[in-house]
């Protein structure tokens, strides 16, 4: 075998060896690719899928089916489609609230299993009418999406609860920690309207809370960047920084946690005259009340969406932690101090004392 032949091999081989990789390439065009799957109840069998997909022109095309498991509706939806359906691209999960209300542990378990789509997809609650909320649209506007409703860079705010599917799956296997998840409906101007958080006990619905009471859990997470808190009429603070400090203990009578919850606020509406120490009490009581209130509500629904068992996790036994949630979290004493730092103030109100006018905005 001569030099020439041997280098003609060589060429050969390595052009055999890069076409491999591309033996299974599909051709986009003939793909749809969902961003959103909805999970109901079926008219005639256990679930019904809907998968919504965006297209070049702004509009979004629906496919609907219902079986037994989700696998086979999506199944059934490959059946009479035109083109292949790929869940790659998959970026929200909206469950109907009568599914949640009896578990998404299936649902959970399928996203997670399926090898095709992404554990960083979101997940939501429906609780209206979900055919409406799911078959939804706005005028045609390309730069919108649903997920946009759930983005930190987009339209999220502190009001909305946040899960992904890979939270969820760690939650709801968890011995320490329930999930938050968040809930909304078709809206009217835009795409959709926050309803609040659904609050689970392992995989179960058991409660709700509201947009205040959303804005609290995601200020005891951590999670409070742009929020607004509506101290009294005509004044308002934004939350600049929060530092948050538990004192715990476990006695006889089974564990107790004090949290102080240190908050940096600026004023952005503020009745002229109205002094920063006035506004710091008023918001220092309010937010311990409101705390409170929130706290005796999701320990009246026995869910620890707050993570209170994570942090007693160091201290407990392998017995005790598998009892948190039925023996000891509903033992648990938990008190909540708040305090108020105002940093700033930008704008304050004339005349707030004027009910039809609310006041004149005016730059300090």
Known sequence: ??????????????????????WDT????????????GVGKGKTEK???????????????????????????IDLIRTDSEKSIELVHLRLMLIDRKVAEQGI??????????????????VAVIDGDFEKTMYHQISPTPEISSYDFFSQDAGW???QSIVRIWEAYQNENSYTEDMAIPMLKNGVRTLFTFRGTAVMRNDRMVGTLNQEETLLFNLFKGKYSGGTIEVAQNTSVL????????RTQWSEKGPSIQTNI??????????????NAVIEKEMKEQ??????????????LKSDVLGIGMIFRPKMSEKQLKEWKTEWFPKLEQDINVRVNVLNEIYFKENANDNKSQGKMLKK
């Open 1 to 22: 075998m001569n030099m020439r032949t041997i280098k003609t091999l060589i060429v050969a081989l390595s052009m055999i060896m890069l076409l491999s990789g591309c």
């Open 26 to 37: 599909k051709d986009i065009n003939k793909q749809y690719l969902p961003v959103v799957m």
């Open 47 to 73: 679930y019904r899928i809907v998968l919504q997909i965006p297209d070049a022109s702004g509009k979004t095309q629906i496919l609907d089916k219902e079986a037994k498991s989700i696998s086979k509706a």
């Open 105 to 122: 542990e299936n649902i959970i378990d399928f996203a997670v299993r399926a090898n095709d789509i992404s554990i960083k997809g979101l």
């Open 157 to 159: 705010t502190p009001n």
């Open 239 to 246: 939350i600049q920084d929060a530092k948050i400090k538990h």
């Open 262 to 275: 240190t908050l940096d606020v600026v004023i952005t509406e503020s009745p002229e005259g109205k002094g």
């Open 287 to 300: 937010l311990s009340r409101q705390f409170n209130q929130t706290v005796r509500k999701i320990h009246s």
